[in-house]
């Protein structure tokens, strides 16, 4: 403390206004030389700031704007990244209640309220968005759609901008000048990106199996049958801790236990190469009896159980 708060009163803050004031210049040269394409880029970028944190320094920039121009500009186009979230995210939903997975269908149900309610992308973003990367290509599409409306219609008529400094959900628009574009852009956003998800769908052939055996069986009162999907990232990691324990010949059994942590038993514990194991982005390898190990492999260890017995079965 003694060193970061006078550091970031002093050296990071005076510096902190003026790139705010620079990005807020920039932005408004683009604006001016071309309102068309500051209205496609604002909401082609955002789903790539918004993971990254980068969405929040340009929030000083909205404030500036009002200070200084008594409105801002930015927020308009923002909105179209943010309904083509949360369109994204009704697909998701329509689907969930279609296929009957309960597990999706709250996560985004949730995710909705808190996005057209409060205007808050998180949720869907990190809730499932960044889990299918089918999602991004077709929530882009709604962003392009939204700013393209709100490009030409602010040419034809007059620019969306807003005296306030909010966040952009339902129950802000009526804080949005030329409202009646705005709200267009922000259904069209919705709509296209909903309508791309519910046709196109965002989950591989494998994990739509997997959902609708899921729903079946939560529908007819079974128990939940034991379907598990592995991707290519669990895949990777089980190949290289595979080679790692000894390789193929070496692994008698592999089973998930205690939720985080993957049971195997070798034949020659010698042939373990634990610094191996921790290269290969293992959290953890504990040898809990002569030719039994533990290996601390987080939530997804049922994943990466499945994918080692699934390397070991190709090698036989």
Not at 8 to 33: D, S
Not at 120 to 145: A, D, N, Q, T
Not at 173 to 185: G, S
Not at 289 to 313: N, S
């Amino acid at each position: 403390m003694l060193i970061m708060l006078p550091l970031t009163a002093f050296l990071i803050g005076p510096i902190g206004v003026f790139i705010g004031a620079w990005v807020a210049g920039g932005l408004g040269w683009v604006n001016t030389l071309s309102p068309l394409i500051f209205a496609i880029i604002i909401p082609l970028a955002y789903p790539f700031m918004v993971p990254l944190g980068l969405h929040w320094p340009l929030n000083a920039v909205m404030l500036l704007n009002i200070q200084q121009l008594g409105f801002d500009y930015i927020q308009g186009p923002m909105g179209a990244w943010n309904f083509a979230c949360f369109g994204a995210t009704a697909g998701v939903l329509f689907l969930a209640y279609r296929d009957r997975d309960v597990q999706m269908r709250q996560t985004a149900t949730g995710a909705l309220a808190a996005g057209l309610l409060g205007g808050i992308s998180e949720p869907s973003l990190y809730g499932i968005h960044l889990r299918f990367k089918k999602i991004y290509p077709r929530m882009l599409i709604g962003c392009l759609v939204g700013g393209l409306i709100l490009g030409i219609g602010g040419s034809l008529t007059t620019p969306v901008t807003t005296q306030a400094f909010v966040f952009t959900s339902l129950l802000t628009i009526p804080a949005f000048n030329n409202m009646p574009l705005y709200a267009l852009a922000v259904v069209a956003a919705f709509l296209t990106s909903m309508l791309l998800v519910v046709f196109l769908d965002y989950r591989t052939a494998e994990q739509k199996a997997a959902a609708r055996t899921k729903g079946d069986a939560d529908a007819a009162g079974e128990p939940e049958p034991r379907v598990i999907v592995v991707g290519d990232v669990e895949t990777n990691q089980a190949r290289q801790w595979v080679t790692a324990l000894g390789g193929e010949d070496n692994i008698v059994s592999v089973e998930p236990i205690a939720e985080t942590r993957v049971r195997v038993e070798v034949r020659d514990g010698s042939l373990v190469d634990v610094e191996a194991l921790r290269r290969a982005g293992l959290r953890g390898a504990v040898q809990v009896a002569p030719g039994v190990w533990h290996l601390v492999a987080g939530l997804e260890a049922d994943q990466y159980a499945e994918g080692m017995r699934r390397r070991l079965a190709a090698a036989q």
